[in-house]
């Protein structure tokens, strides 16, 4: 188990942008396929985004044309670029692999989008 820590989280207004981070304390992010979920108020947690070691990309359809996933190998990194935020998107985000969540959980990065 390698520590997974999320950070860039915050208050914005509907329309707004954010940049999340995940760091990692091992090197789990250049090997493996690495994700980004999210859990709002009462509901169960989801995948939003997942980036494979090649590059390739997966998002749930809510956020697709909005966010967009990316990885810093060298700095063992994986970051999650949100614009045009919605209220919608208000939850806790965390990172881990992809797209099953193997590694312990963090605690996660809270984003609230207000209207």
């Known amino acids: 188990q390698v520590r997974l820590v999320e950070s860039g989280g915050g208050l914005v207004q509907a329309g707004g942008s954010l940049r999340l981070s995940c760091a990692d304390s091992g090197s789990i992010v250049n090997f493996f396929a690495m994700g980004w979920y999210r859990q709002a108020p009462g509901k169960s947690r989801e995948s939003v985004a997942g980036i494979y070691p090649g590059g390739s990309t997966n998002y749930v359809d809510s956020v697709k044309g909005r966010f967009t996933i990316s990885r810093d190998n060298a700095n063992h990194t994986v970051y999650l670029q949100m614009n045009s935020l919605k209220p919608e998107d208000t939850a806790v985000y965390y990172c881990?692999?992809?797209?099953?969540?193997?590694?312990?959980w963090g605690q996660g990065t809270q984003v609230t989008v207000s209207s």
């Open positions: 881990n692999t992809f797209p099953t969540a193997y590694n312990s």
